[in-house]
């Protein structure tokens, strides 16, 4: 899933402007050359080729995401679970990765191996990847060698009857047998595909997150903005290539026909994709291991305390530093943060936080993880700004995930007519999977969208304000998906897909950006104009944090709900339907947010 970074002072920092920062660079690449392991490349720029190798994994997790959220739905409707069942599966995801991910990020944190911190915890959860795109689309013949019947086959009685021949002779006639063809006992097959459905939707979900700070690991505070932007881009460039992949009729060609068939084909070409991509990005760039941080000061992060003690020892120096170069650093310091944060789909932890209530030289070097209890506890007591802001970003993830999750089977059961639990190679089956592609090449279209939308966001913000930035796009989503819903069409897949687009641009940057300007500014709650001073001791990554992780209640809910609201009403334009009345509570809830 695609979004953009929040604007950064990182970029002001530059060490090019700042010969102390350089100086103290230089200091440590040097130093870090030495040691059993060359270390220098953490504290060096990094060139256009690092920092694509470094961005590959992002376009591998959103080509998984992409075949995923496209066949999943069809599969499990075409091997026999109603539409209830099929999107409450979808629940089991998030409903592990709401408690796993915070203690997911501890372990990547805290993680003292030789290989690193971050690449570890990539490597499992890519491996959990590799796991559910093999059994998502192989989880039916799986089942089939465990013993599932499959399909039963039932003759229809075949009508016997004579008829009088004009020389008497007396001719037996037997009426045409069609197969009556049904879906049942594809037990092993649920259970296979569901698992492979969970690996993959959780893993790719929380993988951004190390993924995202690997990367923020591996640059220098002034060219970070330059890779998440590289990150961002190559995330959406995989999730449009990645649908497109889908919408392909695969077999019409000899290449889909010697693999099996269309879903095969793709989650195929998918999986050797994604293992080029996560080889690329592994062995990039040598992490330096968590010991080494601890007992080497100048092997550790550049950070404010830092260059206040070099001030301290040369009080005679060249340099010069001006007196806001503090308050710089530390809001330099908390965008970082959030940037490692923001686009993460899963995210529910976040990266160490500074205690900036201690001695500014104490600060930096005193860094506490979450926990899941300090976590669940800054859910539960809030401040009302916060408060509003997460509703507001739950009610955004309940109407985008209803799209994202549910599209492609709206499009082949309301747009081309088909049935997913038709007989196979019937009309109505075929109709199905012609619909299922196009609503491929429409969420293509919504992930290109995206890309382009996230990248011109913060302009639209200088033009128009942060609030109607946010609520326009809210309202824009609710309209085109409304449309959608009454005219079924085509033409309407490809249009109005992009308002999605523009919802989840919008999902994965201004909530963030207005969390960020809170803590900067210190301000939760105005009164008379006047801001008043929050009692509350409260981290931006946990507040981060929190944001991010409306997604999973999100997910949870809407997989309860969205099945029997398609039961009840008869057709999955209920989907489009359920979209449209969330979105525009959204954007009523947005109107109490506050901007600062």
Not at 495 to 515: N, Q
Not at 576 to 594: C, E, P, R
Request: one cysteine or more; hydrophobic letters at 45%.
């Amino acid at each position: 899933m695609v979004g953009v970074a929040a604007p950064s002072l990182a970029a002001e920092l530059s060490s090019s402007k700042n010969p102390m920062i350089k100086y103290m660079l230089k200091t440590r690449e040097n130093h870090a050359r030495t040691q059993d392991a060359d270390y220098s490349h953490v504290f060096r720029r990094k060139t256009g080729f690092e920092l694509f190798r470094l961005s590959a994994i992002a376009m591998a997790i959103e080509f998984a995401y992409a075949a995923e959220t496209s066949f999943v739905s069809p599969i499990l409707l075409q091997i026999g679970i109603d539409h209830k069942h099929m999107t409450m599966a979808w629940g089991l995801s998030p409903l592990i990765g709401f408690f796993v991910s915070p203690l997911l990020g501890s372990v990547s944190d805290r993680c003292r191996l030789r290989w690193g911190r971050r690449r570890p915890i990539i490597s499992v959860l890519s491996l959990g990847i590799l796991c559910g795109l093999i059994l998502v689309p192989y989880g039916k013949q799986l089942g089939e060698l465990l013993g599932d019947v499959g399909y039963n086959i039932t003759e229809p009685m075949v009508n016997n009857y004579t008829n009088l021949i004009g020389d008497g002779t007396v001719a037996a006639l037997v009426a045409p047998a069609t197969e009556e063809v049904s879906p049942a006992n594809f037990k092993y097959a649920v259970i296979l595909t569901i698992l492979g459905m969970v690996l993959l939707d959780f893993d790719a979900d929380t993988c951004q997150t190390p993924a995202r700070t690997y990367l923020l690991d591996m640059c220098v505070p002034e060219e970070q903005p330059r890779a998440l932007t590289m990150f961002t881009l190559f995330a959406g460039f995989g999730g449009t290539i990645g649908y497109a992949i889908g919408g392909i009729d695969w077999e019409t060609t000899s290449f889909g026909n010697f693999l099996g068939g269309n879903i095969p084909t793709v989650f195929g070409l998918v999986t050797i994709i994604f293992v080029i991509c996560y080889i690329i990005t592994i062995t990039t760039l040598r992490e330096i291991p968590l010991e080494l941080i601890e007992r080497d000061e100048l092997l550790r992060p550049l950070s404010e305390a830092a260059i206040k003690q070099e001030l301290k020892k040369n009080n005679n120096a060249i340099y010069y530093i001006k007196e806001t170069t503090t308050l710089e650093l530390q809001m330099a310091d908390d965008l970082r943060q959030s940037e490692m944060m923001q686009e993460s789909y899963q995210n529910g932890y976040s990266p160490k936080m500074t205690n900036k209530s201690q001695d500014v030289e104490q600060s930096s070097n005193v860094e506490t993880p979450i926990t899941l209890g300090a976590y669940i506890k800054s859910i539960f007591i809030m401040p009302k700004s916060m408060r509003i802001l997460a509703f507001t970003n739950l009610l955004c993830w309940m109407g985008h995930v209803t799209y994202c999750l549910y599209f492609t089977d709206f499009v082949g059961e309301a747009v081309f007519h088909g049935d997913p639990s038709a007989s196979p190679n019937s009309e109505l089956a075929l109709l199905y999977e012609e619909g299922v592609r196009f609503g491929c090449w429409g969420m293509s279209i919504y992930a290109l969208s995206c890309s382009v939308y996230s990248l011109t966001v913060t302009k639209l913000m200088k033009w128009f304000g942060t609030k109607a930035v946010y609520i326009s796009g809210m309202v824009y989503y609710g309209i085109g998906m409304l449309i959608l819903g009454l005219w079924p069409t085509k033409w309407g897949v490809l249009v109005f897909s992009t308002s999605a687009g523009i919802l989840y641009g919008t999902l994965f940057t201004l909530p963030f950006m207005l969390v960020a300007n809170y803590h900067a500014k210190n301000c939760f709650h105005v009164h008379n104009g006047e801001t008043v001073p929050l009692k509350q001791a409260r981290g931006l990554g946990t507040d981060v944090a929190i944001i991010s992780s409306m997604v999973f209640i999100a997910q949870l809910i809407v997989s309860l709900f969205v099945g029997p609201l398609v039961s009840w009403m008869g057709t999955t334009c209920a989907i489009l339907y359920a979209s449209t009345v969330l979105s525009f509570l959204a954007a009523i809830s947005a109107m109490f947010v506050l901007y600062v």
